[in-house]
């Protein structure tokens, strides 16, 4: 099976295939992206070869300015969001169409990788004639160059006239400025003028998409207890210290909330002893701890990831209950802070999914399906996606993301971005 679905990429790859159910137009589309590979590749190898970690701000901004030249080659006006000095982030990049033709669309990207300056150099390489590595290469370089020879397929075959589209690249999805509210306003506002977010984080396989996404948020948990000398630990003078009662919260969460779908929640960091100390803003603590004194103070710290809205209200409501049963002599307290929210699954959604289901099958490529919501983490997508319907996970291919030998697969490229401009295409065609 694997074998049949390699030499069917690849005939899609040297324009050997040419599917019935495409129409005239669709196969011009599917030609030029097959015949502009070479341009593709370069414009990937390109911007990879630009450090751009999420604060690096000027290479943020440099690739920015290659990606808004590619764009205003697809015939969009381009301009520059910049952030206040005090995000300390690059801003964003916005490319636009104004017309009044079929769906508006938003289509999301980022110019930030992980990747930071001082970090190990990767430069693109190409292992071999179908895998590249690079910073950045797959998430999220590769899907950014997909949205951009998609459009530029549909423009040279004048098929972008009188279309909507706002394509949004922003410049700190890994690492986000802060607060949400500055780092987000615009991109939340131009969104809600659409109604189709399409995302190009990287594809999960060829024939799996995101129909939902998992949200995340925080929350810290501080026990204070009563201190004294060790040999009075569990009585009733002395009580069980903070470290027992961290522990016998910790270990609550996970009995009751851990074998719930969807639902995680991981403390990151814990500190306590006889004497202690933890600085938020840089997310570090210190200690000291005599094996003779009762801590008395212990704060934790962790995330929470959950499909939709109410299981993360559920799930803080357990959460606060169970910190609310402090053992003798203890109390804690826990407090919760909003992150980026959830995708979650939605008919209009679903809808999306089953009009590029319609193109792959029309492609003679086969049926697309949704994917497992917990096998992604929160994306730019989410901050939109109770205004809009959505569909992520519309990128390049590869693997590693995140990691040092980040690889794309360069023969499935052309693929991904030919199913990504019928996409457009279609949605940009319809009422």
């Known amino acids: ?27 011009k589309i599917v030609q030029y992206i097959q015949g502009h590979q070479k341009e593709a590749q370069q414009l990937l190898e390109t911007t990879v070869n630009i450090n751009s970690g999420s604060l ?9 300015a290659s990606f808004a030249q590619a764009l205003q080659a697809a015939g969009f006006t381009t301009e520059w969001i910049p952030m206040p000095d005090s995000i300390n982030r690059a801003g964003h990049l916005v490319a636009t169409r104004k017309g009044a033709k079929g769906k508006r669309l ?27 590595t690079g910073q950045g290469v797959n998430d999220m370089k ?19 006239k009188d279309a909507n ?48 996404r998992r949200g995340s948020s925080g929350w810290k948990l501080d026990v204070t207890a009563k201190t004294g000398h060790s040999a009075g630990v569990f009585n ?15 270990n609550s969460f996970r009995e009751v909330l851990s074998q719930e779908k969807y639902l995680t929640f991981n403390p990151g960091l814990i500190i306590g002893g006889s004497d202690m100390s933890y600085d938020s803003k840089k ?7 005599k094996t003779n004194i009762i801590s008395p ?13 109410a299981q993360k209200n559920a799930a803080r409501e357990k959460m606060k209950s169970i910190v609310a049963q402090n053992l003798n002599g203890t109390k804690a307290t826990i407090r919760f802070s909003d992150g980026i929210p959830a995708m979650e699954p939605t008919k209009g959604n679903e809808a999306l999914l089953q009009v590029l289901n319609k193109i792959t099958q029309d492609m003679g490529a086969g049926i697309t399906v949704a994917g497992d919501p917990g096998s992604r983490g929160a994306g730019d997508i989410s901050y939109i996606a109770q205004y809009v319907d959505c569909l992520d996970g519309l990128g390049a291919s590869g693997k590693g993301a995140h990691a040092p030998g980040e690889t794309i697969n360069l023969n499935e490229l052309s693929f991904l971005t030919q199913r990504a401009a019928l996409l457009i295409y279609r949605l940009t065609h319809s009422n």
Do not use: W
Not at 1 to 27: R, W
Not at 300 to 307: A, E, Q, S
């Open 106 to 132: 938003f289509l999301i990207g980022h110019l930030d990788t992980v990747f930071e300056p001082d970090m190990p150099p990767n430069p693109y390489t190409k292992l071999n004639d179908s895998i590249a």
């Open 142 to 160: 590769g899907g950014d160059v997909v949205v951009i020879m998609a459009l530029q397929a549909l423009n040279a075959a004048g098929l972008l």
């Open 297 to 309: 103070a212990v704060t934790v710290t962790g995330d929470l990831r959950f499909l939709t809205e």
């Open 1 to 27: 099976m694997k074998k049949m679905l390699g030499l069917l990429i690849g005939s899609f790859v040297c324009g050997t295939v040419m599917a019935q159910g495409l129409s005239s137009a669709e196969q």
């Open 236 to 250: 009733a003078g002395s009580g069980y210290g903070a470290i027992y009662e961290a522990a016998r919260i910790l």
């Open 56 to 64: 690096n701000i000027a290479g943020v901004k440099k690739v920015g």
């Open 283 to 289: 997310s570090k603590g210190e200690a000291i701890g």
């Open 165 to 212: 589209i706002t394509v949004y690249f922003t410049g700190d999805e890994e690492k986000s400025g802060s607060p949400n509210s500055v780092s987000r306003k615009d991109f939340i506002e131009r969104a809600q003028q659409s109604e189709i977010a399409l995302g190009f984080e990287g594809a999960a396989g060829l024939f799996t998409v995101a129909t939902a």
